[in-house]
C-alpha cells in the first residue's frame, strides 16, 4: 500500500469536468489579466470570511508583502512574527528593510504565544504578523488587545488557515489585514500560485488594489513603488469551481484527523509518551475553534527514525518546519542564536506531518496508523 502526502489527482478527477469548462471559458474570452473572474473570486472570498474587501493577487508571499507595503512599513521599522512557521511570513519584512522580531510559540498550538508579545514591542514596533500555522487560528483575543493598547497593526497570515474560525469569526477577519495563499497543497489550492488580502477598511481595500497594479492609479500615473501582484483569471476561474467544495473537504479532513486522534489513543503511544496529537484548542463549547487541518501534525520521539520507517513503508510524510526562522542562515545578520527560541527549537525537532487530504480511504488511514505503532512497537 501508498499512502502519499496528498493526493491532487484524487481532487481532481471529482471536478475535472467543471475545471476544464471554467479553462476553457476564460480562453474563449481571452481576459487574462484581472477581469471578471478575478472579480468573481474576490466578492466570493470576501463573502466566505465575512469582511466587506477582498484583493486577489500572485501569492500568498506577495498578499504578506502587498499587506505590509499597505501599512507603510519600512527601513527602521520592527514587525512581530514568530520563527515556527514558512518563510514568507518573515521574509516579506526583511524584503522591506524592516526587522523582523521573533516571539516564541505556544506548545499546544505551534502559534505565537500572545504571553511573551508585550515583552517584543519596542518605539519601532509598527506590526504583528499572527501566523494561523496548520489550519488553526492564534489566539487572536489577546494578540488584538496587545496591538490596541500598543498601536500596532495586526495581519493574518492564514496562507493555510482559510476557513477556520476563532469564536465564531473567520480567519483572515479579524486583524486589519488577512492572507491566504492558493498554493496547490493549501485547503483550497489553484493550478499554480495565487493569493489573496482581504481586510475590514476601505481606505486599506483601495491602497492595496493600486499597489497590486505598479501603484498605477489611472492608467500610467503612478502614485508610489507598487508591483506587479496580479492574480491571473484562469487561477481564479479554478478557484471559482472549487471554493463551493471547500468546506466539504476541510469536513473530510477534520474527520481524518478525529479518527487518527481515536486510533493513535488506541494504540497506548500517547500514554507512553511517544506520540503527541494535534491539539485544537477551544474544541468544545461555545467558542469553537475550527480547525481545517491544513496538516496533521504530530510531536514524535525519535522523529527522525521515524521518519525513515514511513519512507521505507511509502507513507508520505514531511517536516514541516525542520529549520526555525531564527536560525536560518538568510536572517544571520538579525543576530538570534540557538536556544533563543526554545519552544520553537523543540517543535522544529519533533514535528512531523501526516498524510490528512479529504480523499484518504479508510485502508490508507489504517495503515499510517498500524506502520507508526509497528515503529515503536518493538520498544518496552
Ligand atoms: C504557503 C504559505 C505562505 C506563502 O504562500 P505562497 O502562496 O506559497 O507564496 C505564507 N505563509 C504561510 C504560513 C504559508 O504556509
Known amino acids: 500500500m ?3 502526502l496528498l493526493d491532487l489527482q484524487a481532487q481532481h478527477a471529482t471536478i475535472k469536468d467543471e475545471i476544464r469548462a471554467a479553462i476553457e471559458s476564460v480562453f474563449e474570452s481571452q481576459i487574462f489579466i484581472l477581469g471578471p473572474e478575478v472579480e468573481k473570486l474576490e466578492k466570493a472570498i470576501a463573502s466566505y470570511t465575512g469582511t466587506p474587501y477582498a484583493v486577489g493577487v500572485s501569492s500568498g508571499t506577495d498578499a504578506l508583502l502587498v499587506a505590509l507595503l499597505a501599512l507603510d512599513i519600512g527601513p527602521g521599522e520592527e514587525v512581530i512574527t514568530t520563527p515556527f512557521t514558512f518563510f514568507s511570513s518573515a521574509s516579506v519584512i ?13 506548545p499546544s498550538t505551534f502559534n505565537i504565544d500572545p504571553a511573551l508579545i508585550d515583552k517584543a514591542v519596542t518605539p519601532r514596533t509598527k506590526a504583528i504578523i499572527a501566523v494561523h500555522l ?3 487560528c492564534a489566539d487572536m483575543d489577546p494578540i488584538l488587545a496587545i496591538a490596541k493598547k500598543r498601536g500596532l497593526k495586526v495581519i493574518e497570515d492564514a496562507a493555510q488557515t482559510i476557513g477556520a474560525e476563532y469564536r465564531g469569526r473567520k480567519a483572515g477577519s479579524i486583524g486589519d489585514l488577512g ?3 492558493f498554493f496547490p497543497s493549501k485547503n483550497l489550492g489553484g493550478a499554480g500560485d495565487g493569493g ?3 481586510m475590514n477598511d476601505k481606505t486599506l481595500f483601495e491602497r492595496v488594489r493600486v499597489l497590486r497594479v505598479h501603484g498605477m492609479e489611472p492608467k500610467y500615473y503612478h502614485r508610489e513603488l507598487g508591483g506587479n501582484f496580479r492574480l491571473d483569471a484562469l487561477q481564479a476561474a479554478v478557484l471559482n ?15 481524518n484527523a478525529e479518527l487518527y486522534d481515536r486510533l493513535f489513543q488506541e494504540t497506548g503511544l500517547i500514554e507512553k509518551e511517544y506520540l503527541e496529537t494535534p491539539q ?3 474544541r468544545t463549547g461555545g467558542d469553537k475553534n475550527y480547525h481545517i487541518y491544513n496538516q496533521y501534525t504530530l510531536r514524535a520521539k525519535d522523529r527522525d527514525k521515524l521518519q525513515a520507517h514511513l519512507r521505507s513503508k511509502s507513507v508520505g510524510n514531511e517536516i514541516y518546519y525542520p529549520v526555525p526562522l531564527h536560525l536560518q542562515e538568510c536572517f544571520k545578520s538579525l543576530g538570534y542564536r540557538t536556544g533563543d527560541f526554545p519552544v520553537s527549537e523543540q517543535a522544529a525537532a519533533q514535528v512531523l506531518s501526516l498524510p490528512i487530504y479529504p480523499e484518504l480511504t479508510s485502508k490508507q488511514k489504517n495503515f499510517v496508523v498500524e506502520t507508526i505503532t509497528m515503529f515503536y512497537g518493538a520498544r518496552p
Open 134 to 136: 496548520f489550519g488553526q
Open 196 to 198: 489573496m488580502v482581504v
Open 280 to 282: 485544537a484548542v477551544y
Open 241 to 255: 469551481i472549487k471554493l463551493p467544495y471547500l468546506n466539504g473537504w476541510s469536513r473530510r479532513r477534520q474527520i
Open 2 to 4: 501508498k499512502v502519499p
Open 94 to 106: 526583511s524584503r522591506l528593510g524592516a526587522r523582523p522580531v521573533f516571539v516564541d510559540i505556544d
Open 179 to 181: 492572507i491566504f495563499s
